[in-house]
């Protein structure tokens, strides 16, 4: 008898045991099992790459359906935390639906017209509240069929519509010779944030004062840049411009690297880019674009240039692009390089500005109080610098980047700033901060731009761009 109730309590204990484990197997990049009721369920993060044998045939099950039935379509809603703010989590939603439903068309071969995209944001979470780590399971992505009868809530209104209230004044559609391009938009309403998409690509970006600032890098050919915004009562406005890229002929040339080049990151990942821009007129402005990101490099009077760069991926693709007086644009071939040893960053801060000749300072407080910057550059030279972050790049000649990169890092919450340094003409400088979450793995990337700030001398002001809860990357209100 003893014997048995002993057998009982281990076996309830189990019992216990599986059921508490249960959440734990809901979220990350754990295997998926389909939902029987309600669409199937994905987490965020999810790739079709890693898709387990159920879902695949979950999803080709669906995709018959709608080829059998026209009046079918497919939904897709992303579903968020609680954290941040309600019109925050309703952008955050959309763009973890609108990563699944491309991997819908591109891997699976699902109809993108039949693909319908909803963001159901924070309203309707698993678990109410509790810690970012607990509430992992509201993170996640709902694939279900719907009849067109249906009734769903589209977040995209017909572009030109009377209530788009989002109006993109820069750049125009047409031709142009520029692979830099500065957005410019009007948002009406009170939106804090918008969501910027070049070519299918994503980007949440901060809405100030009505305005959406941003830089954006074209591909050669057809692009699609995209504005969506969402204000306080819930309403919608989306603007699209299409932009032709026709790139001029190649007039820079670079020395180092070359196409193809490896390089060893694990001393650092710091790469120096050097070469010339053939032009007999001066120069005005220059460009790097590192990974499709645009920053500005210094030339000097005889076009050579000679900038540090940081490699955060396995795969890198560099250009450069000038700018002389007289609007006349060269080029460079656009060349790849690759890095051994990479270790996995979990989160890069890039710090940018818009000043030559003007040094601003990039600091990010982590958990314990510990404090990264220019003096302290990472843990092991101080003991005040954030354990697993380093300030890899400190630029003191204008333009930028300075850039810090976390890997491992404790638990908590990092607040990512800037400060005016110094600048021998004593002029104001426009600071611009972008934050990439898990910058190698392009289902998981999120990427934040915040600015443009304005920082000027003889203050001691510091400007806090974004709070961030790691390691599970949610973005934390002001």
Request: with cysteine; aromatic share 8%.
């Amino acid at each position: 008898m003893a014997r048995t109730r002993a057998c009982k309590l281990i076996h309830n204990l189990i019992v216990v045991a599986v059921i508490l484990a249960l959440p734990l197997f809901s979220s990350g990049n754990s295997p998926q099992l389909p939902e029987q009721d309600g669409g199937l369920e994905l987490p965020y993060g999810w790739t079709a790459s890693e898709a387990s044998d159920p879902v695949r045939s979950r999803l080709m099950g669906m995709r018959k359906d709608l080829e059998k039935d026209p009046t079918l379509h497919v939904r897709v809603t992303g579903h968020t935390d609680t954290f941040g703010s309600s019109r925050e989590n309703l952008a955050i939603g959309y763009y973890y639906a609108q990563t699944v439903a491309r991997q819908l068309e591109s891997t699976f071969g699902f109809d993108r017209t039949r693909i319908n995209i909803v963001s159901a944001g924070e309203t309707e979470p698993q678990i109410g509240h509790g810690s970012s780590r607990l509430q992992s399971a509201n993170r996640r992505v709902v694939i279900a069929l719907d009849k067109h009868g249906s009734e769903v809530i589209d977040p995209v209104p017909e572009v030109g519509s009377p209530d788009k209230r989002v109006f993109i004044i820069e750049p125009s559609p047409g031709n142009v010779n520029r692979a830099y391009q500065r957005v410019r938009a009007i948002v009406e309403g009170s939106s804090t944030t918008a969501l910027l998409t070049v070519n299918g690509v994503s980007s949440l970006i901060a809405v100030q004062d009505a305005r959406v600032e941003s830089e954006v890098v074209l591909n050669n050919g057809e692009n699609i840049i995209e504005i969506m915004a969402w204000d306080r009562s819930g309403q919608f406005g989306r603007d699209k411009v299409t932009v032709i890229y026709i790139p001029p002929p190649p007039q820079v040339e670079l020395f180092h690297p070359k196409d193809g080049d490896f390089f060893n990151t694990t001393l650092s990942p710091v790469v120096k880019v050097r070469g010339r821009v053939l032009s007999t007129s001066p120069i005005k402005e220059t460009f790097l674009f590192l990974n499709g990101s645009p920053r500005r490099i210094n030339v000097t009077p005889g076009g050579n240039f000679n900038q540090s760069v940081v490699l955060i991926r396995e795969i890198n693709t560099m250009k450069i692009e000038a700018l002389d007086l007289f609007g006349k644009t060269a080029t460079s071939p656009e060349i790849s390089v690759r890095t051994v040893n990479m270790s996995p960053r979990e989160m890069v801060v890039f710090l940018t500005w818009d000043k030559p000749d003007v040094d601003l300072d990039l600091h990010v407080w982590g958990p314990e109080r510990k404090h990264t910057f220019y003096g302290a550059l990472d843990p092991y030279e101080s003991s005040q610098a954030i354990g697993g972050g380093a300030l890899d790049l400190d630029d003191k000649d204008g333009f930028g980047p300075e850039v810090f990169s976390l890997a491992d890092g404790l638990e908590g919450v990092y607040t990512v700033g800037a400060r005016y340094h110094h600048s021998f003409k004593g002029e104001p400088a426009q600071a611009q901060i972008t934050v990439v979450l898990n910058p190698a793995d392009h289902a998981r990337r999120i990427t934040r731009i915040f600015g443009p700030y304005t920082l000027a001398p003889g203050s001691s002001d510091t400007w806090t761009a974004a709070r961030i809860s790691m390691p599970d990357g949610t973005f934390l209100t002001q």
